[in-house]
């Protein structure tokens, strides 16, 4: 599988964008997803994540209440919609892709990765 990310850009603090990802292959439903970010000087760190189905979902814990992640199968594209943003939202994300079904908030689970989308929070 392959991933394209997209969707990031500047909004202002409060605002409201919606990350995609799509995925190339055939294997996209049998791939659980997950979203990473990394800001400037920082590590990259995990955001959400989604299993095959959409069954379970997981969020890190400063974007509970504020992200929703989700998927269309047959689309095959996982997306991240992200409300409330903050300034230390602004980060670079990026979307992967493991060969499991069940979800994992560990980046060394993922196989497959994204070029990323750069979001920018403005205060």
């Known amino acids: 599988v392959q991933l394209q990310a997209f969707g990031g850009g500047l909004v202002q603090a409060g605002g409201s964008l919606r990350l995609s990802c799509a995925a190339s292959?055939?294997?996209?439903?049998?791939?659980?997803m997950g979203w990473f970010r990394q800001a400037p000087g920082k590590e990259r760190e995990f955001v959400s994540a989604i299993s095959w189905n959409g069954g379970s979902t997981q969020y890190t814990d400063s974007v509970k209440g504020r992200f929703t992640i989700s998927r269309d199968n047959a689309e095959n594209t996982v997306y991240l919609r992200m409300s409330s943003l903050k300034p230390e939202d602004t980060a670079v994300y990026y979307c992967?892709?493991?060969?499991?079904?069940?979800?994992?908030?560990?980046?060394?689970?993922?196989?497959?990765w994204g070029q990323g989308t750069l979001v920018t929070v403005s205060s």
């Open positions: 292959g055939r294997s996209f439903s049998r791939n659980a």
């Open positions: 992967a892709a493991r060969s499991y079904y069940t979800n994992s908030y560990v980046a060394d689970d993922y196989h497959t």
